[in-house]
C-alpha cells in the first residue's frame, strides 16, 4: 500500500485537485472551437458526403456521455473564401490550444520542472498545437470504437474496446511525453499512460451513469445549466485520471516511497519530494534552494 498512498500525498503536494479544475475549465472553452475547427475541415475535404462528416462528428462527441448529442447539434462549419476560412480556422486552434497549455503547466508542476527550464510560449503553443492533432485523431477513432462497441456483438465489441483503450493509452502518452518542458523518454511515462487510459476507458463505459446523476441532482436547482454541470464533471474527472497517470510516473521513477501519513517529512522519499518542490522555483541562473529536516 506504500506505493498508492505515496501517489495520492503527491497528488495533495501538487494541488492535483486545483490543476484537473483548471484544466477542466480551459477544455470547456475550447471545445467548441476544436469542434468547429473539426466540422470546417471535414466539410472542406468530405463535402460531398455529409453522412460522414456527421459521423465523425459524432464520434467526436461519443467521448462526452448525454451531453454530447445536446452539443452536436450546435456545431457548424465555417464559410467563407480560402483565406477566410484559414483565418478562421488559425484562431479556432488558436483559442482551441489554451486546453493544451494548461494540461502543459500542470505536467510540469507534477514533474517539479524548475521555472528557468519551462519552454517558452511559442515553443510550448506549437507543441500543444501538435498534440491537438494527436489528441482530435484518438477522439475520433475511440468515439467510434465504442460507438461499434455498442450496437454490435460480444465478439467484435470485445475487441473494438480493446482497441479504444489502446488509442486512449497512446493519446495519453503522447501527451507525457510531448508536453513537458524536460520531455521525459517514452520508458519513464509508459506505466502512467497505462494506469491513466484505463481509467479514461472506465470513465467512458460509466460515462452515462455519471453524468445522468450529476444532471438529474442538479437540473432542480440549475435548469438548463445541469448540462454544464455535468460536462464540466465529466472532464474533471478525466483530468483527475490523467494527472494520476502523471503522478504515478514521477513516484514510480524518481522511487518517492513510502511517504510518511503525517508531517513533519520523516523518510528519504518525504525529503525528496520537499526539496524537489522546492527547486521548482528556481526562476533565474544562479537560484539555490534546498529543503532541510530539522
Not at 85 to 112: E, F, K, M, N, Y
Amino acid at each position: 500500500m506504500a506505493f498508492p498512498v505515496a501517489v495520492t500525498r503527491k497528488f495533495g503536494d501538487d494541488r492535483g485537485s486545483s490543476l484537473a479544475a483548471l484544466i477542466s475549465y480551459y477544455t470547456f472553452f475550447s471545445l467548441f472551437p476544436l469542434l468547429v475547427v473539426l466540422a470546417t475541415v471535414t466539410g472542406f475535404f468530405i463535402r460531398d458526403r455529409p453522412d460522414r462528416q456527421a459521423a465523425l462528428i459524432h464520434s467526436a462527441l461519443a467521448q462526452f456521455p448525454v451531453v454530447g448529442a445536446n452539443i452536436e447539434g450546435n456545431v457548424h462549419a465555417l464559410n467563407g473564401n480560402l483565406l477566410t476560412l484559414a483565418l478562421g480556422i488559425a484562431g479556432c486552434l488558436w483559442a482551441g490550444a489554451a486546453v493544451s497549455d494548461a494540461l502543459r503547466t500542470a505536467l510540469d508542476d507534477i514533474r517539479d520542472v524548475p521555472r528557468r527550464h519551462r519552454a517558452p510560449l511559442w515553443r510550448g503553443r506549437m507543441l500543444g498545437l501538435t498534440w491537438l492533432l494527436v489528441f482530435l485523431t484518438g477522439v475520433i477513432g475511440s468515439g467510434t470504437l465504442l460507438s461499434i462497441a455498442s450496437t454490435h456483438g460480444s465478439a467484435l465489441r470485445s475487441g473494438a474496446l480493446i482497441l479504444a483503450v489502446v488509442i486512449d493509452v497512446v493519446v495519453v502518452a503522447t501527451a507525457f511525453h510531448l508536453l513537458p518542458s524536460d520531455r521525459p523518454p517514452w520508458r519513464e511515462i509508459l506505466a502512467g499512460a497505462i494506469l491513466a487510459g484505463l481509467l479514461w476507458a472506465v470513465l467512458q463505459t460509466a460515462g452515462s451513469w455519471i453524468v445522468t446523476r450529476q444532471i438529474q441532482g442538479a437540473s432542480d436547482v440549475y435548469g438548463f445549466f445541469a448540462l454544464v454541470i455535468g460536462l464540466l464533471s465529466w472532464v474533471y474527472l478525466t483530468a483527475e485520471a490523467i494527472l494520476i497517470g502523471a503522478e504515478t510516473n514521477v513516484v514510480l521513477h524518481r522511487r518517492l516511497w513510502p511517504r510518511s501519513l503525517a508531517p513533519p517529512p520523516t523518510t528519504r522519499a518525504d525529503l525528496i519530494s520537499v526539496d524537489e518542490h522546492a527547486g521548482e522555483e528556481h526562476a533565474l541562473p544562479g537560484d539555490r534552494l534546498d529543503a532541510e529536516a530539522r
